[in-house]
């Protein structure tokens, strides 16, 4: 369950940005839209193999309802994550589906990325640990994680943006990583 749900944070990984001492700045810094959608390209690096794989597609979401991320190569697929569940459907059909009422550590990846797509970042903060550097109207974030859940997945992320989150870096416990770029991103 654990490793499925590296894939599915991989997939999709919007991380908290601030710490306390700048969530103000931060905030002022980012925009937080109501709905938020844009192109992404992805790569996956797997340790065991030592080979990279790439993927590309489109996000679009609506704040505290509905995530989409929808890969369009090199293999169709569409990831909804909803505060109730989260989603996997190819050509239309359910792949799978995790409830986040039964499945605790479903609701905390949920509360993480409903959380950075709202800007949420004091809720967040419980998760991680924060080194934040800000220069001008870019900013850099390394999230290390102290949630014992978190840290069984993930050893480090890195993000950076400026007014959007433009990419993240996650950096698995196994030697894997995911980097995820944006844009084009539309409100």
């Given amino acids: 369950m654990i490793r ?3 894939l599915l944070f991989s997939l999709l990984v919007f ?13 002022a810094l980012m925009a937080t839209p109501p709905s938020l959608s844009g192109r992404f390209e992805q790569v996956k690096y797997l ?24 890969t369009l190569a090199p293999i169709e697929n569409m990831l909804r994550l909803t505060p ?10 359910v792949l799978s589906q995790l409830e986040t009422g039964n499945n605790p550590v479903v609701a ?9 797509m709202t800007a949420r970042w004091s809720r967040l903060a419980e998760h991680f640990d924060l080194q934040t550097r800000i220069a001008q109207s870019q900013w850099q974030v390394t999230l290390m994680p102290k949630e014992p859940r978190v840290q069984q997945v993930v050893s480090k992320v890195e993000l950076q943006g400026g007014r959007y ?3 993240v870096v996650l950096h698995e416990v196994g030697g894997d990583w995911t980097r995820i770029r944006f844009y084009d991103i539309q409100q």
């Fill in 4 to 6: 499925r749900l590296v």
């Fill in 15 to 27: 991380v908290p940005l601030a710490a306390v001492a700048d969530y103000r700045e931060l905030e």
């Fill in 47 to 70: 340790a065991a193999l030592d080979t990279e794989i790439a993927s590309s597609g489109r996000f679009a979401y609506e704040r505290d309802r509905e995530i989409n991320w929808q």
């Fill in 84 to 93: 109730e569940r989260i989603t996997s459907e190819q050509a239309g059909r």
């Fill in 108 to 116: 905390l990846f949920s509360d993480i990325f409903f959380g950075v």
């Fill in 165 to 167: 989150l433009r990419e």
